[in-house]
């Protein structure tokens, strides 16, 4: 806090004066070079999550959305829905290339890219053709058939947080996001991606382990190719249904993007079992930087959204957390959903429900 004769001026207040200066000097020069809002927001300081919605007047649902994401989940808030059907992820595998956006690494399918413009793809697409199948993403509670179109990885640059879904304020050094757009009523991720029920979000955790998930060994094992902004490298024959954990357990809620804008056409579904990654896998993400070979600016790690409000939100989950009565066969249970639980955050809380 800051004092100006008499009146307090926050630190904040500062910061919207400096952020609302630096766009009128953008618009003022608007004419004499095209910008790109995407170069403009971080994660971190004036660009940060905090002033998404006053960045860029298109992304006001940053700061005025009602159903924004990520969340944080409170199992004792959960709705236990025996209607959630299993996910289906068909098996076609994909080629296509890894990326350092200077946010996130980002896998971008080929088949998603093959009648676009994009040059590193099409010098690719004769020789994959064989492979280029799209990978469809069905059940759980949607209800209609999505397209898989990239897959996101947040991280941080410690082992207490870089999720983006937190579970009862417990934060996983990462998080995985593969996200599809609404191919029965869209055409196109860009349409999809600012229309109701446009997008589907699969979240998956990522927790440090001795060995690694081998999907995930594939996604790690060339990130020394993209340290710096727009470097990309060629990934082969990526299963996204083997990125699933054979138990079908999740949780389900109406979201957003959770980056700008922020649109809020995302069905989550984030995944109850975490993917195991190595340490020496998330050292070679901390690594990773934002800017490109010349100006590498700060590490690429942290890139997560902080949780928004859930509101009068419904958190749904095919979870039956409460342990059903002996059967009435001698020396038998009924089988229960409780013991095949892998969140076990709050223990006071887990052992009331």
């Known amino acids: 806090m800051m004092m100006i004769g008499n009146q307090k001026i926050s630190m904040i207040s500062i910061s919207s004066i400096m952020l609302r200066f630096i766009i009128i000097l953008i618009i003022l020069h608007g004419t004499a070079i095209k910008c790109d809002w995407n170069f403009w927001w971080t994660y971190d300081g004036i660009s940060g999550p905090e002033f998404w919605g006053i960045l860029n007047p298109d992304w006001f649902l940053c700061s005025k959305g009602h159903r924004q994401s990520p969340i944080d989940i409170k199992p004792g808030l959960l709705l236990y829905d025996p209607n959630l059907k299993s996910i289906f992820i068909n098996k076609n595998k994909v080629n296509g290339y890894l990326e350092n956006d200077g946010h996130s690494v980002v896998f971008h399918s080929h088949y998603q890219q093959q009648n676009q413009s994009d040059t590193f793809n099409q010098q690719q697409n004769h020789q994959n053709s064989n492979l280029m199948l799209p990978v469809t993403i069905n059940g759980g509670p949607l209800s209609y058939s999505y397209l898989f179109h990239s897959l996101h990885i947040h991280f941080g640059l410690v082992d207490s947080y870089g999720s983006e879904h937190l579970i009862s304020g417990f934060q996983f050094p990462g998080e995985i996001q593969l996200i599809g757009y609404n191919s029965d009523l869209y055409d196109s991720y860009a349409d999809a991606s600012t229309k109701p029920n446009g997008l589907v979000g699969i979240a998956i955790f990522l927790k440090q ?137 709050n223990q006071k809380l887990w052992n009331a429900i």
């Open 209 to 345: 382990e001795t060995k690694s998930s081998p999907e995930i060994e594939i996604l790690t094992s060339q990130l020394n190719q993209i340290v710096y902004r727009g470097q990309k490298t060629i990934i082969k024959s990526l299963s996204l249904r083997d990125l699933l954990p054979d138990d079908q357990n999740y949780i389900t809620y109406d979201g957003s993007l959770t980056t700008p804008s922020c649109d809020e056409i995302v069905t989550w579904i984030v995944i109850n079992k975490p993917l195991s990654i190595t340490k020496e896998q998330l050292q070679a993400l901390r690594f990773l930087m934002q800017g490109d070979i010349d100006v590498p600016k700060a590490p690429l790690g942290n890139n997560f959204r902080p949780t928004q409000s859930i509101n009068d939100r419904v958190i749904r989950t095919n979870i039956e957390f409460k342990q059903q009565q002996q059967s009435t066969t001698k020396g038998k249970n009924c089988p229960t959903m409780k013991q095949n639980v892998q969140y076990e955050i």
